[in-house]
T-cell receptor
């Protein structure tokens, strides 16, 4: 299985609700990054959280990292239809050189 | 505006033909990457390059080749040896001068390759 695995695979919510998705990984990391992908487009970087950090915020996004559980969560508050996209976590592994490993993503649908 | 340009957006080829996907960046980034994405899946690393005239295989390099003759350009050739080449191909770059791992990837908008 992949280093980073997102859960759930798909999420459907109403506009204004919060969306939470999780990412689990297996080995030690330098940092964990979240990306968004709109349909048919490239990925856009959202947030990077280092292994010695526990929480970061960016606008309506909140990311937590629990290295003891090897997991991270991404919370989108007060979701909008424009938040409809796939969200991927990517881990920078200590043992894997200068590259990131991506999970399979969570597809989020925000209904107006 | 700085960014990464992938061309073409859509590409159609017959089985048995080699095809080259273009990736150009004007971000002055040292490192460049090629990923493959299959429907509903995550990204898998094909090749990456941290410096001009040097590149390394990723997790699924078989059937692909790359070159890095200029800092700005990292073309990917999908050869006839690639058994299942139909996929969405994404190029990315990163400014490794900001630290070994602590810099985000910047992506192009991808090339969708269909081989029949």
């Amino acid at each position: 299985s992949q280093q980073g695995e997102e859960d759930p695979q798909a999420l459907s919510i109403q506009e204004g609700e919060n969306a939470t998705m999780n990412c689990s990984y297996k080995t030690s990391i330098n940092n964990l990054q979240w990306y968004r992908q709109n349909s048919g487009r490239g990925l856009v970087h959202l947030i990077l959280i280092r292994s010695n950090e526990r929480e970061k915020h960016s606008g309506r996004l909140r990311v937590t990292l629990d290295t003891s559980k090897k997991s991270s969560s991404l919370l989108i508050t007060a979701s909008r239809a424009a938040d409809t996209a796939s969200y991927f976590c990517a881990t920078a592994l200590k043992a894997a050189g200068n590259k990131l490993t991506f999970g399979g993503g969570t597809r989020v649908l925000v209904k107006p | 505006d700085g960014g990464i340009t992938q061309s073409p957006k859509y590409l159609f080829r017959k089985e048995g033909q080699n095809v080259t996907l273009s990736c150009e960046q004007n971000l002055n980034h040292d490192a460049m990457y090629w990923y493959r994405q299959d429907p509903g899946q995550g990204l898998r690393l094909i090749y990456y390059s941290q410096i001009v005239n040097d590149f390394q295989k990723g997790d699924i390099a078989e059937g692909y080749s790359v070159s890095r003759e200029k800092k700005e350009s990292f073309p990917l050739t999908v050869t006839s040896a690639q058994k299942n080449p139909t996929a969405f191909y994404l190029c990315a770059s990163r400014a490794t001068s900001t630290g070994t791992y602590n810099s985000p990837l910047h992506f192009g908008n991808g090339t969708r390759l269909t081989v029949t």
